[in-house]
């Protein structure tokens, strides 16, 4: 079984200033681990994906996470927010479920919002 | 990018009425996904096929059907649509393993049904 639990519903920051969006995941297999990103009336782009290489992962727009296996974690930050960083994250652990089946779990969503 | 698309992108439809959501993509992926968004839900799985002939549903199938009617072509139907199926729908591909677990996303079809 796998889960996977974003622990902020929102997140609000100035511009310039860090983003944190905080995700705790569980699961009985060595997981990928990923970030989705939707902007408003926008499907899911990918982020950043998690697959064993390296535990700091880079992704688009200036996006990192890194993976913490003794915490369970896969934390979303960037150094200095923009407003066009205004979207939904989403964390997904992705386990395999019978034979080659990859289950993908989503975390229920962080709403960023970037003020001025 | 348009590697994935979905039709129609909205609709509104009535309770009851036959509708159908339209995927295609052209990545060239044998497994396509459908998945519903719910307010503060995240995504669900709906139903998901490995190829043409090899279809399975997901955790929420009940009241829905699909046809892969090709490679490139996955649809999802509600026979009688009902207010609580009102939702955003997802259509995503992906490629064999071991790169199977990176979905690729349409835009999403906002249906509301009345």
């Known amino acids: 079984a796998q889960s996977v639990t974003q622990l902020d519903s929102h997140v609000s920051v100035s511009e310039g200033t860090p983003v944190l969006l905080r995700c705790n995941y569980s699961?009985?297999?060595?997981?990928?681990l990923f970030w989705y990103v939707q902007h408003p009336n926008k499907g899911l782009q990918l982020l950043l994906k998690?697959?064993?290489?390296?535990?700091l992962v880079k992704g688009i727009n200036g996006f990192e996470a890194e993976f913490k296996k003794s915490e369970t974690s896969f934390h979303l930050t960037k150094p200095s927010a923009h407003m066009s960083d205004a979207a939904e994250y989403f964390c997904?652990?992705?386990?395999?479920?019978?034979?080659?089946?990859?289950?993908?779990?989503f975390g229920k969503g962080t709403l960023l919002t970037v003020n001025p | 990018d348009a590697d994935v698309t979905q039709t129609p992108r909205n609709r509104i439809t009535k309770t009851g009425k036959r509708i159908m959501l339209e995927c295609s993509q052209t990545?060239?992926?044998?497994?396509m996904y459908w998945y519903r968004q719910d307010p503060g839900l995240g995504l669900r799985l709906i139903y998901y096929?490995?190829?043409?002939?090899?279809?399975n549903k997901g955790e929420i199938s009940d009241g829905y059907s699909v046809s892969r009617q090709a490679q490139a072509k996955f649809s999802l139907s509600l026979e009688s649509a009902i207010p609580n199926q009102t939702a955003l729908y997802f259509c995503a591909t992906s490629d064999l393993p071991p790169s199977t677990d990176t979905q690729y996303f349409g835009p999403g079809t906002r249906l509301t049904v009345l």
């Open positions: 699961s009985s297999y060595s997981p990928s």
């Open positions: 990545k060239g992926h044998d497994r």
């Open positions: 997904v652990v992705s386990g395999i479920s019978g034979g080659s089946n990859y289950k993908l779990t």
């Open positions: 998690y697959t064993s290489a390296a535990t």
């Open positions: 096929s490995f190829d043409v002939k090899d279809i």
